[in-house]
């Protein structure tokens, strides 16, 4: 994934991260994930984005070049995954809330201290940003700042061809500031999206 793919708007960005592949390597073995829901936070026009005041030391990656992960930790238990959007000097991110587990399963499942007794559970895995970053061994010290468009990081992401058929577009959820805006992306009827249950939800794109 070039650094070019993260030169744009959010929002453009977001939908066609769905689909694409979270890597991390680590010694000898591979865990792999396809991201199924995303987030987009708009910057200096947006209140619900941590740039939003400006920037200071926890947000500067966001206001780097495109392409970088910017992780954070909340309410004291967990930390988010993030990639920076926009040009240098711009903020804009992307908040990565669920993906679906493809391998690795075995180590994701020892890193989130759960049992994986048939498929069904494999959702606890992977579905919220906090799971997510807990499965494949995502924190601030580790990852912050690192070149998700690095093929020879420990942590990137890929394109494996995959394209999804129907994206669904919904308000964010989990803030209280702009939370009616519909920044929250999602590849329709997968099993492994966080939140609310999304029958219902209005259908905005096909893929590609």
Known sequence: MSRGFYDRDPRRVSR????????????????????????????ANDPAAHSFAGRTPRNAVLFGPPGYAYVYFIYGNHYCLNVSCLPDGVAGGILFRAVEPLTGIEEMARLR???????????KLTSGPGRLAEAFGITRERD?????????????????????????????????????????????????????????????????
């Open 144 to 208: 912050n700042d690192k070149d998700l468009t690095n093929a020879s990081s420990d942590l990137f992401i890929a394109d494996d061809g995959y394209r999804v058929r129907r994206i669904l577009t919904t308000p964010r959820i989990g803030i209280t500031k702009a939370a009616e805006r519909p920044l929250r992306y999602i590849i329709a009827g997968n099993e492994f999206v966080s939140g609310p249950k999304t029958g219902n939800l209005k259908p905005t794109l096909k893929s590609r």
């Open 16 to 43: 066609e991260l769905l689909g694409k592949l979270l890597v991390r390597k680590e010694a000898k073995q591979l865990r792999t994930a396809r991201i199924v829901e995303v987030e987009a936070y708009l910057g």
């Open 113 to 123: 201290n759960v049992s994986i007794n048939s498929p069904r559970d494999l959702r």
